[in-house]
């Protein structure tokens, strides 16, 4: 069970709290009346911030969570003769208690993968039956940037998949709900390993790294969803007050804050993973590009800690875990953390 006191833990960046600068940016637009439903300078400001970011042909869409993102997006692009194909650990299969499913009405086909990202020559047992009406349609590959994993695609991944997507009359979606460690790991803006590299959809968040709430499904390409206003409307995602997700984005991607919290995070899973691997019988399983870190403990090792600082099991039969830092980890955090660990472990081995 999560421990009830205020400590700043390793279970998830959505625990963390709102970054200042969004606060701060919520409270500018609290001001006086202005129209609802997006028809607002502040919804109009953030959607020129996408298309800046991402290309002039940028759609921008906001909703409140990620799994609206995805499925809504989905939704746009797909119909319900169609599959989606994706990674086992993907969050549109794991974590989105069958919504992308039960939304769109298409199958979603899975392959198991070692370190969270799809590979071409993975997907070729899904890819059968076009034009054949006894079989679902193929008509999406969704990867996840940074994946459930914490990897990272390179934008060589990114095209070889786009590409092998096209080729089968397919779109590439990417759930980017950790975009902005996987820009910051790459060194490249976003632009670079979505719109150039062959991406069709794109659900952005930012909530995971500082903002309090909202995302944003981008159609990268012209005339991908006409009807997505209705889409989201029926989705129950149209916010009348919209200008309280817009306005965050503003804040977000001025002088940087996203990139600024994302160096954060990343930065501290790095000293996490360089912190724990001295600790004996912890092992690092993946190589941590952005702000997780998973590892193997000794049996009982992880029930322990958890009294003080709650994380969340990955895989129950090897015993390894998942550790997520985020834009207010600091050191003083991981140092009280990794010293119990320590501690732990050397009463248990």
Known sequence: ??????????????????????????????????????????????????????????????????????????????????????????????????????????????????????????????????????????GVISITQTSEMGTVYTVDEIKELADFAHEKGMLLHMDGARIANAAVYL??????????????????GGTKNGMMYGEAVCFLKPGLSPYFKYIRKQGMHLASKMRYISAQYIAYFRDDLWKRNASHANAMAGILAEKMSDVPGIRITQKVQSNGVFAVFPRGVAEEVMKSYFFYSWDEMTSEYRLMTSWDTSREDIDDFVRLLAEVTGKRI
């Open 1 to 138: 069970m999560e421990s009830t006191n205020n400590r700043r833990g390793f279970a998830s960046d959505n625990n963390a709290g709102v970054h200042p600068e969004i606060l701060k940016e919520i409270i500018s637009a609290n001001q006086g009346h202005v129209v609802g439903y997006g028809d607002d300078v502040y919804t109009r400001q953030a959607a020129q911030l996408f298309r800046e970011h991402l290309g002039e042909d940028t759609a921008a869409w906001f909703v409140f969570t990620g799994t609206a993102a995805n499925t809504l997006g989905l939704a746009g692009v797909t119909r319900s003769w169609n599959s989606v194909i994706t990674a086992h650990t993907a969050h549109i299969q794991q974590d989105e208690c069958g919504a992308p499913e039960k939304f769109t009405g298409c199958k979603v086909l899975t392959v198991d993968t070692p370190d969270g990202k799809l590979k071409p020559e993975l997907l070729s047992k899904h890819l059968h039956g076009f034009g054949f009406e006894h079989h679902s349609q193929p």
């Open 187 to 204: 060194g490249l803006p976003f632009r670079k390993f979505t719109t150039d590299a062959g991406v069709d959809l794109l659900s952005f």
